[in-house]
C-alpha cells in the first residue's frame, strides 16, 4: 500500500507520474452497468453504431472515477477528496489507451489542501481535463 502524501512535502509544479489505461469493453461497458447507466451506447455495439459511433463509448461516471483512482493513487488513502470538477472531451473507445498526466497547480495551507491540474488523453485527443482538490494530513 502506497504511503499517503504529507501537505508539507508537496509543491505547485510537482507532476504526478503518468498513468495508462487501457480501454477495454469490459472497462466500458463494466464501468456503465456499475454506475447504473444503461444507455445502451456503452454496451451494446450494435446501438452505439446506430448512433454514428464506431464502437461502445465510455460513460462519464467511469472517467469521473478513473480520475479519482489517479489521484489517489498519487496522494495516498488518507487524502480526503474536497471536489472533483472534469470536462470530457472526445470519447473513450475500446482498443485504444487513456495516459493520464497531473502537476500540483495550487497549495492552500488554511485547510491543507492541494490542487492537481489533470487531463486524461487518448489517440484522437483530451478525453477528460480537470482539476481535484484534495487534502492531506
Do not use: C
Not at 507520474?17 to 461497458?29: D, E, G, M, S
Not at 497531473?102 to 490542487?115: C, F, L, P, Y
Amino acid at each position: 500500500m502506497q504511503k499517503t502524501r504529507r501537505f508539507d512535502d508537496v509543491q505547485p509544479g510537482e507532476a504526478l507520474p503518468a498513468l495508462a489505461i487501457p480501454i477495454t469493453v469490459p472497462l466500458v461497458a463494466g464501468g456503465a452497468i456499475a454506475t447504473r447507466d444503461y444507455f445502451p451506447g456503452h454496451h451494446d455495439l450494435d446501438a452505439a453504431r446506430a448512433l454514428g459511433s464506431p464502437h461502445i463509448f465510455m460513460n462519464i461516471l467511469t472517467t469521473n472515477g478513473i480520475v479519482q483512482r489517479y489521484v489517489e493513487d498519487w496522494a495516498g488513502m488518507e487524502a480526503a477528496f474536497r471536489s472533483v470538477k472534469i470536462k470530457l472531451g472526445v470519447p473513450n473507445y475500446p482498443g485504444d489507451t487513456m495516459t493520464f498526466s497531473g502537476e500540483v497547480t495550487d497549495k492552500r495551507a488554511d485547510d491543507r489542501t492541494v490542487e492537481v491540474t489533470l487531463k486524461g488523453r487518448n489517440s484522437m485527443g483530451n478525453h477528460v481535463t480537470g482539476t481535484v482538490r484534495v487534502q492531506l494530513p
